[in-house]
């Protein structure tokens, strides 16, 4: 199963933005990078996907590197709602498991 | 974006009872539905697939007997948990894809499942 390592935490001050970052260094060339977030005793949220290009919606940016052997996710101004633990996951090629690792715990502070 | 939920959001049942866990896909026909667990402070953990109208496929490790999925139509599938046990305590959370198994999956907010 393709892995991916993220920081255990981190912290921002509101208004300010967030660089999430992923390491998937055994991506597959047809893997898609997938980004959810969850809010305490919720379940996950999509963020955003991508597979080669960067993408933006209104939630946030996907910065995927060019070996794609890493992603970002970008905030670009963090609000205290964006306090969650944000998921990078990778959709295996010809599969369609998600596989969580231990994501990221997003802290804003006031 | 798409809207899942399920039903109960929480449920605290005695030891040795069965407990009915549902999950609808409100805006789409969902293909495929997925069943995770987690436990406080860890990560989802896949428990079983299912596609609308064949048999799920549990992950390795998830006895099949206990965790009953029926995925009966487009937008609705049901977690049953049998003969339930303290250790089965856990927050349950169902996804649905909607245009085939590689599709973006949506998620459901979780239920709380409370064995005394």
């Known amino acids: 199963d393709a892995k991916t390592t993220q920081p255990n935490s981190m912290e921002s001050n509101e208004e300010e933005p967030v660089h999430l970052p992923c390491n998937h260094s055994t991506i597959s060339g047809t893997d898609y990078i997938h980004w959810y977030r969850q809010l305490p005793s919720q379940g996950p949220e999509y963020v955003i996907h991508g597979l080669t290009s960067n993408v933006n919606n209104r939630m946030a940016s996907l910065a995927i590197a060019e070996d794609r052997k890493s992603s970002t996710l970008i905030l670009h101004r963090a609000t205290l709602r964006d306090a969650a633990v944000y998921y990078c996951?990778?959709?295996?090629?010809?599969?369609?498991?998600?596989?969580f690792g231990t994501g990221t715990r997003l802290k804003v502070l006031a | 974006g798409a809207v899942v939920s399920q039903h109960p959001s929480r449920v605290i049942c005695k030891s040795g009872t069965s407990v009915k866990i549902e999950c609808r896909s409100l805006d789409f026909q969902a293909t495929t539905m997925f069943w995770y667990r987690q436990f406080p402070k860890k990560s989802l953990m896949l428990m079983a697939t299912?596609?609308?109208?064949?048999?799920?496929?549990?992950e390795q490790g998830v006895e099949k007997d206990k965790f009953l999925i029926n995925h009966a139509s487009l937008t609705l599938s049901t977690l049953t948990v049998t003969s339930a046990h303290p250790e089965d305590s856990s927050f349950y959370i169902c996804?649905?894809?909607?245009?085939?198994?590689?599709?973006?999956?949506?998620f459901g907010p979780g239920t709380r499942l409370t064995v005394l």
């Open positions: 299912s596609n609308e109208g064949s048999k799920a496929t549990y």
């Open positions: 996951i990778l959709i295996p090629s010809g599969t369609y498991k998600y596989i």
């Open positions: 996804s649905a894809s909607g245009q085939g198994a590689e599709d973006t999956q949506y």
